[in-house]
Structure formats: structure tokens, C-alpha cells
């Protein structure tokens, strides 16, 4: 158990503003909320991407040698892999992929109607870029919670406040959402070794003691290194709004990246060898799977399937 004698209070060393991109071939909006390619300042996290999209979405495409964390937001959003896993998250839920040594997925709005999502791409250690590939599709009824006055913690990855999420890591990574009712003071305890930021997706806060506006981004780098403690200060201001805040934390790898496209290794050696294996069916083949809204009557068939 921690010992609170040797807590570190977390500083933010910087906050920025997520980027809009505006709309594209795949999406009807787009922002980056982390850019990729300041790898070292954001290690363990490659990019945070925030998607508004009907249609078309993300069709089959592949990856690997990283994890996504997938958020929905709002709307549903319809998902399939070439192994075989196919199904629907509605808001709140989230699906953890390990692409791992390769896989071929899809991820689009039910019925070309509306899906709101974030997604996180997580860098995988070198030792486990070619591991097995895995789905969790982690629903908000299955989050660990945590509650205290004015304060609710929804765990999806690692222990908060004494509360272990779904979510399983290759490598450790706290993954928390955050709702702050107005006026309300807030510690959260993270490792001292990891990075954290935190995401304002509403309201405003201060956060380790500098104010974050809504679609800001506050990054707090490790502060110490072992098995110590550290606590993250929040606060939000009077009002009548809440506020929420995506906030993960992970160890940096301080490992070299090389990034091509979907794929993330150690180097362009084996980014241009996935390319190879890609290309020559080692990921499998393109699936030619039918739509969920063409297959089934009811949604709920895939999002609270049938026990017994």
C-alpha cells in the first residue's frame, strides 16, 4: 500500500489545444487531440484522435505493433476484425485492441447513422509488438467505479482509489474517466514513474494547479522513478456544469519509434517488413463480412447478446 508520506504532487508541464482538421474522405469531422510524431514527449501514447463520422468510416484496414483505445462518445459504433469478432459499443463503452503482430480491422457508424469516438493508440515494448492479437470490448456497465462527494472515476485500465478496471495490458497503463460536479477539490494518486495527461472533454478545471479550458490537453511527465506514489491536484470552479476528463498514465519506453502508416515498430527495417507481410496475406485475408445493419433485427441482439 502506498505510503502517503512519500507522495510527489504531480506539476502539469504543459497544455495545449486539440487540433481540428476538419472533414475528409473517411469522416464528417475530425481533430487530433495528441499529434503523433513528438514521440518522446508523449511516450507511452502515439496519438489521440477525436471522429465525428455516418459514412463511410474506417474500412478494412490493418495494424500493428500497438494497442487502440477506442471511446465512444456518442452514437453506435459497429466493429469487425478478420478473426472473427464483430459487434456494436454504444456511448460510454470502450474496445481495447491489440493489434499486436497484425490484424485487419473496421471500425464504422451503425447503419451509416452517427458515431462519436476518441481513439488512443498505445505503443506496445518492443518485446511484445509481434504478440498474439486480442479484442476486449470493455461495456460501461463492466467500468470499475469510484465515488466520493462530487466526484465520480469511472476505471477502465489499472487501479484507482482502490478499484481495478477491465482492461487487460501487455505493458501497465491507467486509463480513467473523470466527472467533477462544480467546486470540487479532487487528488487523484497515479505512479510517480508514468506519464499522465489529461483531456477536458467538458467544463474546466484546474489541473495540478493550472487552469485547462474544455478540448485542452494537460501533460504531467514522471517525477520520480520505482515504486513511488504521486497525486495528481484537481479542481473544478463554481458553477452549475460538470466537468469530465479522459486521464491516462503510462511508464514512457524509451524505446526508438518508426511509424508507417497503421503500422508502429522499433525501426523502418520492420516497418517495411509489415508491409510485406501485409501485403503477402500473413495478416489474413480482407474479410467480406455483411453489414450489422443488414444482418440483424435489433441491435440489442449485438450489444446485450442472448445468455443461457
Do not use: C
Not at 474506417?58 to 476484425?81: C, K
Not at 467544463?203 to 520520480?224: F, L, M, N, T, Y
Not at 449485438?302 to 445468455?307: A, L
Amino acid at each position: 500500500m502506498t505510503n502517503r508520506m512519500t507522495l510527489t504532487e504531480r506539476r502539469v508541464d504543459r497544455v495545449h489545444a486539440k487540433q481540428p482538421l476538419g472533414p475528409d474522405e473517411q469522416v464528417d469531422d475530425k481533430a487530433l487531440v495528441v499529434v503523433p510524431g513528438h514521440f518522446q514527449r508523449t511516450d507511452p501514447f502515439l496519438a489521440l484522435a477525436e471522429d465525428w463520422f455516418s459514412s463511410p468510416g474506417f474500412e478494412w484496414h490493418p495494424h500493428r505493433g500497438i494497442e487502440t483505445v477506442t471511446m465512444v462518445l456518442d452514437g453506435v459504433l459497429e466493429h469487425g476484425d478478420n478473426l472473427g469478432h464483430v459487434g456494436a459499443l454504444e456511448p460510454g463503452d470502450v474496445q481495447w485492441m491489440t493489434a499486436g503482430r497484425g490484424i485487419i480491422h473496421r471500425e464504422l457508424a451503425f447503419r451509416n447513422e452517427h458515431a462519436h469516438i476518441l481513439q488512443l493508440w498505445v505503443n506496445l515494448p518492443a518485446a511484445d509488438k509481434l504478440v498474439e492479437t486480442r479484442y476486449q470490448d470493455l461495456r460501461q456497465a463492466a467500468h470499475a467505479v469510484h465515488t466520493e462527494p462530487g466526484v465520480k472515476v469511472q476505471v477502465i485500465s489499472g487501479t484507482a482509489a482502490g478499484v481495478t478496471g477491465p482492461a487487460l495490458n501487455h505493458h501497465p497503463i491507467t486509463g480513467l474517466m473523470l466527472t467533477l460536479d462544480p467546486g470540487t477539490t479532487y487528488a487523484q494518486l497515479l505512479p510517480a514513474d508514468e506519464r499522465a495527461f489529461a483531456f477536458v472533454l467538458d467544463g474546466r478545471a484546474r489541473i495540478g494547479h493550472r487552469p485547462v479550458e474544455k478540448d485542452q490537453v494537460a501533460w504531467s511527465d514522471p517525477v520520480a522513478r520505482g515504486g513511488e506514489g504521486s497525486v495528481l491536484p484537481l479542481r473544478t470552479p463554481d458553477g452549475d456544469r460538470q466537468t469530465r476528463i479522459m486521464l491516462f498514465s503510462g511508464r514512457p519506453l524509451g524505446e526508438p519509434v518508426a511509424a508507417g502508416g497503421p503500422f508502429v515498430m522499433n525501426s523502418r527495417e520492420e516497418i517495411e517488413q509489415a508491409f510485406r507481410d501485409f501485403r503477402s496475406g500473413k495478416f489474413g485475408q480482407v474479410p467480406r463480412a455483411a453489414r450489422l445493419g443488414f444482418t440483424v433485427a435489433r441491435l440489442e441482439d449485438y450489444i446485450q447478446p442472448p445468455t443461457g
